[in-house]
């Protein structure tokens, strides 16, 4: 059976009960005098809370552990790192001396479960979030969280409100967000992780196994190209149900959209006839011989602008109004673009590139908003095709769509090795060591994770306690043992500086706070506002 995700610290009910009902607010930035953080006369507050309520369906929410109203330390940390989590808590305990290591993760809601008393102790009075960072971002960035399902009519009655001490990110460009917005004056480094794609145990439907063998004597056929190939193909094929990324709250996406893009180049780059029978996006077939790259292009041909029930064309006829996505988040691939407005899926000649957006405007593509839940909850069924077709993922019975593949970190799939779960696998098979795509030419590297502590800290002795400890030996230990990629002391010394932000005027858009940036050379190269203030 495959491992769920209910075994860190406390539980959802424990958090509900004791929760702050606060309301959203759309307050902005205003200068003045005296105020939380020590900036001049006519600069910015430290933060203002800003912008809509975070969402996340109620069926989500099992990664929300303790008590917001009694803890003594509250974290936002990227979702992943629920594989680690538990351990990660009772170590800290013994790094700042309020337990010995062996303080019970998590408790049944029944006669054994924890007592009043077990929820104020010092070694469990803690607040953890672990989902996708860009929602804590928001939450973070508006002060609340509103738990419900997709219907806006179906709202649960309440939000609530936590004043979080530390936030993780899975990259720099959140870490960046909430530095405009007043949030944070640094970011440092502390694990990396990589890329996989999960599949059910044995890989039923050949996800980047298929070998191509051009029969011309006169072009390199291998395996590390026929893999790369494969996984492209297969992730926009109308015989493949993807599981795919939230491209605006899911940290992970940053890295799978960099992985497509890379993938392609690569492909062109070694690029060889390819022989093959092939299912579109649409469902039409193709039996012949080709360059590998006309292959992709006729593929992308097919999703360049949303296709009838993709989630692209979903999320913007209904307005989704949980994830408040807007109509410029992409649709259009030969139009798609990211904030610094570069192009992401068209290459400068003009040719489709390989991204996100092209997955998500597939038919029979899931879009995630908690993808280390849904993407191996979606997988672990009765593997029958007859249920699933070109245009529609069917209502599974466990509660989650169903799935052929899903990007996950390594240490998602280490997570299962570990717990002896023979239920998915990945594309290099289960040792952890070979966990993830091969890194062909450099196509799918380390990923770096960062810490911040906030402004909204209540407790920033033990907030940087808990950063100081996850940088330290003894918590790169927990990280490394659940399988993610411990760093060295001069990449420990690497993150971002982040200056008070400062009204930019600009051309297109309205005036908007900006934080300069720089590189970060070791402890005290930041201005540490918030820390000395």
Partial sequence: MLKTTKHVTKTLSAAIAAVVIAGGT??????????????????PTSYTLQGTCAFLPADRATEFHGNPDRSTLNLGMAGNQWVVFDKAMQQFNVYVGKGVGDEPAHRPNDDKGFTLADLNDDANRYFIELIPPGQIRKQIKSGCMTLGNDEERNFLPGNYQVDFDVFASTNYDLMQDLANAGFIDEAVPYISNRLDLMVVEGNPKGIGSDYYDD??????NDAEFSKQFDIIMDLLSGDVVASSLDHINEGIHNAANGYMKKAHSYVIDNDRLVDMAYTFADGKTANKKQLASAWIQEALNKVATPMEGSPSAERLVSRDAGEKHDEDDGHDMATFTDDDDVLQCVFPNGDLRFCEIAVLNKANTHESRVHHVETPGGLVREDNPDTINVVEVPAPENGFAYVDVGF???TELAYQINNGNTAV???????????????????????????ALLATSKNKWLGRQFIDF???????AVYTAGGFTGLKDAQLDGGRCYAPPELVETPEEDPKWVSDDSPRNGDGSCADWLRNN
């Fill in 470 to 476: 996850l940088r330290s030996p003894a918590g790169q």
């Fill in 215 to 220: 029969g011309d004597s006169n072009t390199t």
């Fill in 425 to 451: 696998t990945g594309m290099s098979g289960r040792t952890i060591g070979g966990l993830g795509i091969p890194n062909t030419e450099n196509v799918n590297g380390d990923k770096t994770y960062s810490l």
């Fill in 408 to 410: 996950v970190w390594i």
């Fill in 26 to 43: 759309s307050a902005v930035h205003a200068g003045g005098k005296g105020y939380a953080h020590g900036y001049a006369y006519g600069a």
